[in-house]
Nanobody
Framework: QVQLAESGGGSVQVGGSLRLSCVASAAISSSHCMAWFRQTPGKERETVAT????????AYSDSAKGRFTISQDYQKNTVYLQMNSLKHEDTAMYYCAAGLNYGRFCDSTNYDSWGQGTQVTVSS
């Protein structure tokens, strides 16, 4: 497991943009998948985007496609989530997670390292 620290959350108006960052305390290998999740009170946690660290294969939830972009900086052990065209329904606590997965894609990854979360609030 590694320690993860998210940053970049905040308050933004509808249609605005934010970039979240997730820095790992130790080197992340190409055997890791990284992901952004979000959760609001009373709702199930939602997977927003995933990325195969190193190779860069990414996947998105339907709600994130076309608006969000997950990216990585391999040298900095950092994953980003660029969020554009934000909507009210994007308001949530966003969490970064990491887990080992020796497959090509990140399906069925057991994410066992989690950050503390960063709040994103989208308002009119």
């Amino acid at each position: 497991q590694v320690q993860l620290a998210e940053s970049g959350g905040g308050s933004v108006q509808v249609g605005g943009s934010l970039r979240l960052s997730c820095v790992a305390s130790a080197a992340i290998s190409s055997s890791h998948c990284m992901a952004w999740f979000r959760q609001t009170p009373g709702k199930e946690r939602e997977t927003v985007a995933t990325i195969r660290f190193g190779a860069g294969y990414s996947a998105y939830s339907d709600s994130a496609k076309g608006r969000f972009t997950i990216s990585q900086d391999y040298q900095k052990n950092t994953v980003y989530l660029q969020m554009n065209s934000l909507k009210h329904e994007d308001t949530a606590m966003y969490y970064c997670a990491a887990g080992l997965n020796y497959g090509r894609f990140c399906d069925s990854t057991n994410y066992d390292s989690w950050g503390q979360g960063t709040q994103v609030t989208v308002s009119s």
